[in-house]
């Protein structure tokens, strides 16, 4: 079993890669890559940037929605590099504070320092006015619920989900900072019917805010179902820290890019019996998993339903044999590699992450 296990977590992580990749619109730069990408068929604009640099954290949701407007430009690219990773670079283009934004025009590596607003639309004027482009910034989707007084009771104080709200001010530094964090915190639990992460304008809302003792931004509270009086939110701010928070709050397991971990699907109740059928022999697997379907009965909520899944891999085990969860686990390798839609790579890892547990 830990053979196989090692082959699809080694795949998974690709595949992570892979979807990673695709997602960011800024082009992630590096001294490898760096004079391959600029300087040649198309101008770029690159933001030289300290992931430390609070300066740096305020620009990103902006550079972000930038970098969106433009992917599909052929003129124009958006990129940005890590001056902490990437020193010596960042040195010969003489970046001396953070964050340092220069366009490179097409053909050429001698830089033009950019000193306008570090708005997304000012960036893409300027971008437009250097590249002959004509781009407008696009609205970027959020996954993040906006609570107004209208809706605010209705999706907090749902007994069947678990709620994650900032309060925040539109003019509070920190919060601009905490953004592109909380946003991908949103998409990351996006597919959690349980989970919702939501924010409210606390400055436009302030009887709601001080109902709910908020005197400072951003304030961050948590209202699981069992307990909509609200709880503090007091762990760390890095995504890692909220994703960690909301699986340990809300019996979840999924990772920063919201895809299952390997414990998802998993029903430690199971363990042992699964063990005892696995080493059985064929005529014993019939009374083991009678054993396991009275354990199943007795789940509720989401570890029924995962329950079921477990009798259906342990009926294919009697029926096809010993090695189906090894050729099982094979093909659905397969199909994840594939472009598939989320809500199907769940379905497929959360019985892949079961059979694992037979092989």
């Known amino acids: 079993m830990e053979k196989y296990t090692q082959i699809w977590l080694a795949l998974g992580t690709l595949a992570l890669f892979a979807v990673s990749a695709l997602a ?58 890590d001056c902490d990773e990437h020193k010596s670079l960042c040195s010969k283009y003489g970046v001396s504070g953070y964050p340092t934004i220069q366009w490179f025009p097409k053909g050429s590596l001698e830089p ?20 002959g482009t004509n781009v407008k910034i696009a609205a970027v989707p959020s996954n993040v619920v906006v609570l107004t007084a ?3 009771d209705e999706v907090v104080l749902d007994e069947t989900k678990d709620v994650l709200v900032e309060f925040y001010a539109p003019w509070c530094g920190h919060c601009k900072s905490l953004a ?31 109902k709910y003792g908020v005197s400072g931004y951003p304030t961050l509270k948590f209202f699981p179902k069992g307990n909509k009086a609200g709880e503090d939110y007091e762990a760390g701010r890095d995504l890692e820290d909220f994703v960690s928070f909301i699986n340990e709050k809300s019996g979840t397991s999924r990772d920063g890019k919201g895809q299952l971990t390997s414990k998802a699907g998993i029903v430690e109740s199971l363990d042992a019996l699964v063990k005892e059928f696995v080493a059985a022999g064929n ?26 899944i477990y009798l259906k891999v342990a009926k294919s085990c009697m029926a096809k044999g010993s090695d189906y969860a090894k050729k099982e686990i094979e093909r659905l390798h397969r ?14 890892t959360l019985k892949k992450n079961i059979l694992a547990t037979f092989a």
Do not use: M
Not at 114 to 119: L, Q
Not at 289 to 300: A, H
Not at 335 to 348: F, M, Q, R, T, Y
């Open 24 to 81: 960011d619109d800024v082009l992630v730069l590096t001294e490898d890559n760096f004079e391959k990408e600029v300087g040649q068929d198309r101008g770029a604009l690159v933001e030289f940037y300290a992931p430390w640099c609070g300066h740096c954290k305020k620009l990103a949701p902006e550079y972000e929605k930038l970098g969106s407007s433009f992917k599909k430009s052929k003129s124009v690219l958006i990129g940005k590099v």
């Open 112 to 131: 033009k320092k950019y000193e306008g607003p570090r708005t997304a639309e000012s960036l893409a004027e300027f971008v437009n006015n250097e590249g």
């Open 150 to 152: 209208d809706n605010f």
């Open 180 to 210: 592109p964090t909380y946003e991908k915190v949103a998409t990351a639990f996006k597919l959690e019917e349980d989970v919702v992460i939501a924010n409210l304008d606390a400055d436009k809302y302030r009887d709601i805010a001080e």
């Open 283 to 308: 005529d014993e697997k019939k009374p083991v998993f009678s054993r396991i379907e009275e354990e199943v009965e007795k789940l509720e909520g989401s570890s029924a339903r995962h329950g079921k």
């Open 335 to 348: 199909i994840l590699e594939k472009s598939i839609s989320p809500a199907k790579a769940d379905e497929l």
